[in-house]
């Protein structure tokens, strides 16, 4: 079975500074899927960004961006440029992919305030 | 393009009834899939389903059943109640593709409260 840890629980930030989320994943499989997912205050899940594991370059959209280390089972998150719409719970997760089916295992989360 | 929507938003419930949980996915996805959010538990994967079969079932009791319809909507019923069913209820769709792992889409919640 796979796992997920968020070792950060909280994180905070300033607006304009650039912050890291953490995030460690166990599996043996090795071909796999990563993601990092934002829940606002709203609740609404988004995803943020998308990682193939079979793909060494690192994954980017816009100000968010990956540091994939497969060996190390490493999936961090770096957000530059804060901005005060960042402030969201954010949970790294993994999925197995197995054709037609889909199933997210997540991290139990960040929670990212920024702050003026 | 409408997103997921989940119904009722809010609800609440004693201990011992039961209850059904709706969901619509965006037009065109095929799969659905049901997740439990609390805050002990964090979110755990309940079930999954795709073209009105059962792909996918997380580690959770037979009080919790689902199943999907022809035009993808999907239910998801938990019996007899328990205090600790208290949670977000989170559906999420996804278009997949071929090789499985298409994004997922999520709806923004039914929020059980078991009294």
């Known amino acids: 079975a796979q796992t997920v840890t968020q070792s950060q629980p909280e994180m905070s930030v300033q607006e304009a500074e650039t912050v890291t989320l953490s995030c460690t994943y166990d599996?043996?499989?090795?071909?796999?899927?990563l993601f990092w997912y934002k829940q606002p205050p709203s609740r609404q899940m988004i995803l943020v960004i998308r990682?193939?594991?079979?793909?060494?370059q690192n994954a980017t959209e816009n100000r968010f961006s990956v540091n994939f280390q497969k060996a190390a089972k490493s999936f961090s998150l770096k957000i530059s440029d804060s901005q005060l719409g960042d402030t969201a719970m954010y949970f790294c997760?993994?999925?197995?992919?197995?054709?037609?089916?889909?199933?997210?295992?997540f991290g139990t989360g960040t929670r990212l305030q920024v702050t003026l | 393009k409408a997103g997921v929507t989940q119904t009722p938003r809010y609800l609440i419930k004693t201990r011992g009834q039961q209850v059904t949980l709706s969901c619509s996915p965006i037009?065109?996805?095929?799969?659905v899939s049901w997740y439990q959010q609390t805050p002990g538990q964090g979110l755990q994967f309940l079930f999954e389903?795709?073209?009105?079969?059962?792909?996918n079932k997380g580690n959770f009791p037979g009080r919790f059943s689902g199943r999907q319809f022809s035009n993808s909507r999907s239910e998801m019923n938990v019996s007899t109640l328990e205090l600790g069913d208290s949670a977000l209820y989170l559906c999420?769709?996804?278009?997949?593709?071929?090789?499985?792992?298409?994004?997922?889409?999520f709806g923004e919640g039914s929020r059980l409260t078991v009294l």
């Open positions: 999420a769709s996804s278009p997949l593709t071929q090789g499985g792992a298409g994004e997922l889409f």
């Open positions: 599996t043996s499989e090795n071909n796999y899927y």
């Open positions: 990682q193939e594991a079979y793909k060494q």
């Open positions: 997760a993994f999925m197995k992919p197995t054709g037609t089916a889909s199933k997210l295992t």
């Open positions: 037009s065109g996805h095929r799969s």
């Open positions: 389903y795709f073209s009105e079969t059962q792909r």
